[in-house]
């Protein structure tokens, strides 16, 4: 049987490899990003210089031959199900018996004028790294830079610009960071975060137009506030969406992204999507549909991997987790905790805050039975092993401040916060604002 | 600029200042070094040493102070020195010569055997003499400039990971024991009673591989009842200090909060540590060559102890035969219980690699045992030693061990020569507690652990898989934990039960467990 996998990010490869593990099929992973698998989640780090490219790469080049996996570089211009082929932009085809999508996703752009220009990029994509190392190499290249929106790669961009000490202005439309996702404590400490770092952070400000050079190049934008800010470049990081424009007429069912049910297969038998691509039909808990996480990506691919040997597994994600860095803060989250409009009536949440130190934490719990739903940590790290447990075991708030120490995955030596936390806690007034 | 690819990293107004003090110091000792004779020495070498140090702090402190404290190795690619770029060409080349003039040509830095010290040798004399009572050798100078790298990069180090206590306190502690164990006590020591031989006592066997030697044990005995201790201390140290130790904490207690070597790579050289080599290939060789240098020196010092033992134990308590018994018999008991107990946890070529070792040690000293030939294993014992005090003791931990820093990394010496560094690791692969725990399903693979891995560790491989990291290698400097931006990685000592750990699948997704197992 031949696997023909499109995309070799970490949900293709995740599944590359756990096919190979259980089977002796054929295996055709196709990309034309780069040649081998890398992290994309450490692209900032090969422009701040920490990592290079290489090192990027979980796995030696030798590896794809050892495990037969096949490597093809090229784009993928249409999906054809009746013949069971791919078709190249060369023009080749790729005959397969079971197709595998996993072909990510690309940055949002919400037609704003200008949003084509050059000089104008989001942050995704090898590509996409490179376009950034030429558009803002240094400082004198690149006097200013504006990033639109205000989530995890727009951060993750203000910081890379700033090691090369390029001045950035940072637009966001929601009145604090991230807003949408984290409680208004815990924004704003990452405001004050955000602007020590000496970004400039100019919330409730919207892009209106991205203005031109005589070169034809972006030169400045103009915002809601009615200003124009120049610039050499504007990053767009207002989220991304499935990349899926080639699946067009191919009778491939597709909304925001390819439909699938909870085996990851789409209306046409042979042919399944995974990772950020895929759209799930029906909700799973209070996950979204389409989920562009990292964890997630690697989850669908092991489970695809089951179901194509022979295995058939619903992809089953357990309890919501994830975690990033905002400049200098690590953040974890485990379970729900919902903000602003999203709290549920009955989601209370105990927020504690260093009283000098850039470190907090907010557990969320159930009013009634005083259940644990979830918690955010910043500054400080759990153990994802602990929480999963207490999730699962339904343990109430009382029980997780006790044995918080229980949880605590932070170095050797480092400074305890528990009796702070401790001495919050019995003091503290439920917030459900 | 670099001839890496990249931006220049370009320095400002205060570390360029700082670099001409430092750099200032260091002109001091190349004048000396060139034969310029300095009218009070003492106030020069004070003026140099102060002029180094401080530009060492000043450095740091422009490159850390005014930022936030968390993980900054912003631009270490792109800098020359880091980044393999002509600088750091130039400095292991400098390096290197100067480690060849050090072991091998001292008269070039002053030293004369016969007389007067001359050029930078007798620079130091006034201190040396200050504190031991003697003209300063090669090794005096050596060790003085060895300390102040190592104080001076430790601050710049404790300052670059202040928000981590773990660092602070390890960084404090090989300070700490070079500063007073390696240098100043050894020194008052001879003061105090000149009999003693020269005696690092945080230096453990096999590391000084020389501990053993007649002229030692002589001086040792010689010296009474304090002399007697420190043998005492030289075997116990080996045998239960080092063990015992290793089983609570693992190798890290000794490999990165004591050693002098380890605290050299540390301080002076954690701005090297990403470039040692990460390759498959590079774990290979790195097993084979460390494992063999240990095997080396133990025939070695087998043989030198041997060659001066007699046929009676008149002289010493060990006659030759009860020592070589002796030998035989503690090896033999250390294999037979790895075999017994831990075969499972050795890898199939690790066995057969054990397995050959340990026949080719038997069959040398059953071969000796039977002919008693005046040779030990048909060379002279002292061919035996100033082969391995010249490959190994000079070359390897010196010459390329550090002089190379620039090129492959920080910890070149303790990855793959340091038998001291072997015994430990094995002791840690097979009974220690420790670990490097990760944490559940956060990796996201980004590779900067095993990046900054300085003895070349692939941590990335375990920790995408959620296995535990128990390799002999991990030295447990702590920094592929605090480089990784999800905190997924954690040192820990714990029970040994589910110490090795491979999950079938990692946590988040939500599988029966049961039913996975019933499939396999």
């Keep these: 049987m031949h696997i023909v996998i499109i995309g070799n990010g970490i949900s293709g490869i995740t599944a590359a490899r756990f096919i190979r593990k259980a089977a002796d099929h054929s295996i055709t992973v196709i990309s034309a990003e780069t040649d081998h698998f890398f992290s994309r989640t450490a692209l900032m780090y090969i422009y701040m210089g920490h990592l290079t490219y290489e090192q990027t790469k979980p796995y030696e080049d030798s590896f794809w031959k050892k495990n037969r996996i096949d490597l093809v570089n090229a784009w993928v211009e249409s999906v054809d199900p009746a013949a069971k082929t791919v078709r190249l932009s060369e023009g080749a085809s790729i005959r397969y018996d079971k197709l595998i999508l996993a072909t990510g996703s690309k940055p949002n752009k919400f037609g704003w004028p200008g949003q084509d220009l050059p000089g104008?990029?989001?942050?995704?994509?090898?590509?996409?790294?490179?376009?950034?190392?030429?558009?803002?190499?240094?400082?004198?290249?690149?006097?200013?830079?504006?990033?639109?929106?205000?989530?995890?790669?727009?951060?993750?961009?203000?910081?890379?610009?700033?090691?090369?000490?390029?001045p950035v202005t940072f637009l966001v439309r929601e009145n604090s960071f991230w807003?949408?996702?984290?409680?208004?404590?815990?924004?704003?400490?990452?405001?004050?975060?955000?602007?020590?770092?000496?970004?400039?952070?100019?919330?409730?400000?919207?892009?209106?137009?991205?203005?031109?050079?005589?070169?034809?190049?972006?030169?400045?934008?103009?915002?809601?506030?009615?200003?124009?800010?120049?610039?050499?470049?504007?990053?767009?990081?207002?989220?991304?969406?499935?990349?899926i424009g080639f699946l067009d007429g191919s009778g491939i069912e597709t909304g925001k992204g390819v439909l699938v049910n909870r085996f990851l297969e789409?209306?046409?038998?042979?042919?399944?999507?995974?990772?950020?691509?895929?759209?799930?039909?029906?909700?799973?808990?209070?996950?979204?549909?389409?989920?562009?996480?990292?964890?997630?990506?690697?989850?669908?691919?092991?489970?695809?991997?089951?179901?194509?040997?022979?295995?058939?597994?619903?992809?089953?994600?357990?309890?919501?987790?994830?975690?990033?860095?905002?400049?200098?803060?690590?953040?974890?989250?485990?379970?729900?905790?919902?903000?602003?409009?999203?709290?549920?009536?009955?989601?209370?949440?105990?927020?504690?805050?260093?009283?000098?130190?850039?470190?907090?934490?907010?557990?969320?719990?159930?009013?009634?039975?005083?259940?644990?739903?979830?918690?955010?940590?910043?500054?400080m790290r759990m153990r994802h092993e602990v929480f999963d447990a207490w999730l699962t075991e339904q343990r109430s708030i009382d029980a997780v401040v006790r044995d918080l120490r229980v949880a605590c995955f932070d170095p050797e030596f480092h400074r305890d916060y528990h009796p702070l936390i401790t001495r919050a806690f019995k003091e503290h007034e439920p917030v459900n604002a | 600029m670099s001839l890496a690819a990249g931006p220049p990293k370009a320095l400002n107004i205060s570390q360029r200042l700082a670099v001409l003090l430092g750099f200032s110091g260091l002109f001091i000792l190349l004048l000396a070094t060139l034969g310029v004779s300095f009218p009070h020495t003492a106030a020069w070498l004070t003026a140099s040493l102060a002029a180094i140090a401080l530009g060492v702090v000043w450095f740091s402190w422009s490159a850390y102070a005014g930022q936030s404290?968390?993980?900054?190795?912003?631009?270490?690619?792109?800098?020359?020195?880091?980044?393999?770029?002509?600088?750091?060409?130039?400095?292991?080349i400098l390096l290197t010569g100067f480690y060849i003039v050090l072991y091998f040509y001292p008269e070039y830095l002053g030293l004369v055997s016969d007389g007067p010290n001359r050029g930078l040798v007798a620079l130091f004399d006034t201190l040396s003499r200050a504190l031991s009572g003697n003209p300063a050798s090669q090794w005096f100078v050596y060790g003085a400039l060895y300390t102040l790298a190592i104080l001076a990069f430790g601050i710049k180090f404790i300052w670059k990971y202040r928000h981590n206590r773990y660092e602070i306190l390890r960084t404090v502690s090989v300070m700490?024991?070079?500063?007073?164990?390696?240098?100043?006590?050894?020194?008052?020591?001879?003061?105090?009673?000149?009999?003693?031989?020269?005696?690092?006592?945080?230096?453990?066997?096999?590391?000084?591989?020389?501990?053993?030697?007649?002229?030692?044990?002589?001086?040792?005995?010689?010296a009474g009842n304090i002399g007697l201790a420190m043998l005492i201390f030289g075997v116990l140290s080996i045998l239960v200090i080092t063990p015992v130790l290793t089983y609570f904490y693992g190798k890290r207690w000794y490999c990165s909060w004591v050693c002098g070597c380890g605290g050299l790579a540390e301080t002076a050289g954690d701005p090297f540590r990403h470039l040692s080599d990460k390759s498959l290939f590079a774990w290979k060789v790195e097993r084979w060559v460390i494992h063999s240098v240990l095997v080396f020196v133990i025939l070695m010092t087998t043989a030198v102890i041997y060659s001066y033992l007699g046929p009676d134990n008149s002289k010493y308590w060990l006659s030759r035969g009860q020592f070589l018994t002796g030998v035989g018999v503690l090896l033999t008991a250390v294999f037979a219980w790895v075999m017994a107990f831990r075969r499972n946890e050795l890898k199939k070529d690790a066995r057969y690699g054990a397995v050959?070792?340990?026949?080719?040690?038997?069959?040398?000293?059953?071969f000796h045992w039977l002919s008693d030939s005046r040779h030990v294993f048909l060379f002279k014992s002292e061919t035996l030693r100033t082969t391995y005090s010249f490959l190994i003791g000079s070359i390897f931990s010196g010459v390329i061990g550090t002089g190379f820093y620039p090129i492959f990394g920080s910890r070149v010496w303790c990855r793959f020569g340091c038998p001291m560094a072997a015994i430990l690791g094995i002791q840690q692969r097979l009974f220690s507690r420790f670990r490097i725990t990760t944490n559940g399903g956060q990796c996201i693979s980004c590779g900067n652990c095993s990046a900054y891995c300085?003895?070349?560790?692939?941590?990335?491989?375990?920790?995408?898989?959620?296995?535990?990291?128990?390799?002999?290698?991990?030295?447990?400097?702590?920094?592929?934990?605090?480089?990784?931006?999800?905190?997924?990685?954690?040192?820990?000592?714990?029970?040994?039960?589910?110490?090795?750990?491979?999950?079938?699948?990692?946590?988040?997704?939500?599988?029966?467990?049961?039913?996975?197992?019933?499939?396999?």
């Excluded at chain 1, 490179?130 to 803002?136: H, Q």
């Excluded at chain 1, 929106?149 to 610009?161: H, P, Q, Y």
């Excluded at chain 1, 924004?187 to 000496?198: K, P």
């Design chain 1, 179 to 243: 807003s949408g996702v984290l409680p208004a404590g815990e924004s704003a400490m990452i405001n004050e975060h955000i602007r020590e770092h000496h970004i400039d952070l100019r919330l409730g400000t919207n892009l209106v137009e991205i203005l031109a050079d005589d070169t034809g190049r972006a030169r400045a934008v103009t915002t809601d506030k009615g200003e124009t800010i120049d610039c050499d470049l504007v990053g767009l990081t207002a989220g991304v969406t499935p990349n």
């Design chain 2, 356 to 366: 050959a070792y340990f026949v080719i040690i038997l069959g040398l000293l059953a």
């Design chain 2, 176 to 222: 700490f024991f070079q500063l007073a164990f390696a240098f100043l006590i050894p020194e008052i020591m001879a003061r105090l009673n000149g009999d003693l031989p020269y005696y690092d006592l945080k230096n453990i066997w096999p590391l000084n591989y020389y501990n053993f030697e007649r002229y030692r044990v002589n001086g040792f005995i010689s």
């Design chain 2, 454 to 520: 300085e003895m070349g560790i692939d941590v990335r491989a375990y920790a995408q898989k959620g296995e535990n990291i128990v390799r002999a290698s991990c030295v447990g400097c702590g920094i592929c934990s605090a480089v990784c931006p999800r905190g997924v990685l954690k040192l820990e000592n714990g029970p040994r039960e589910g110490r090795i750990n491979s999950r079938e699948v990692l946590l988040g997704n939500d599988v029966d467990l049961m039913q996975l197992l019933n499939e396999k």
């Design chain 1, 120 to 166: 104008v990029q989001g942050l995704y994509s090898k590509q996409d790294l490179d376009n950034l190392e030429a558009n803002a190499p240094d400082n004198r290249t690149c006097k200013r830079a504006i990033i639109v929106g205000g989530g995890l790669i727009g951060i993750e961009l203000a910081e890379m610009l700033r090691t090369r000490d390029i």
């Design chain 2, 69 to 92: 404290a968390g993980i900054k190795n912003d631009g270490v690619w792109f800098k020359s020195i880091s980044g393999r770029g002509i600088w750091a060409w130039g400095l292991g």
């Design chain 1, 266 to 379: 789409t209306n046409h038998a042979d042919i399944y999507a995974i990772g950020d691509c895929a759209e799930q039909r029906e909700p799973i808990g209070n996950r979204r549909p389409v989920e562009a996480v990292w964890y997630t990506g690697r989850m669908m691919g092991e489970a695809v991997a089951q179901t194509i040997c022979g295995n058939r597994r619903e992809y089953k994600p357990g309890h919501w987790f994830n975690s990033a860095k905002f400049l200098d803060i690590e953040y974890q989250t485990y379970g729900w905790v919902m903000s602003g409009k999203n709290r549920g009536p009955r989601e209370l949440h105990f927020h504690w805050r260093h009283p000098e130190k850039k470190i907090c934490l907010t557990l969320a719990y159930d009013s009634k039975t005083r259940q644990l739903l979830g918690a955010n940590t910043f500054g």
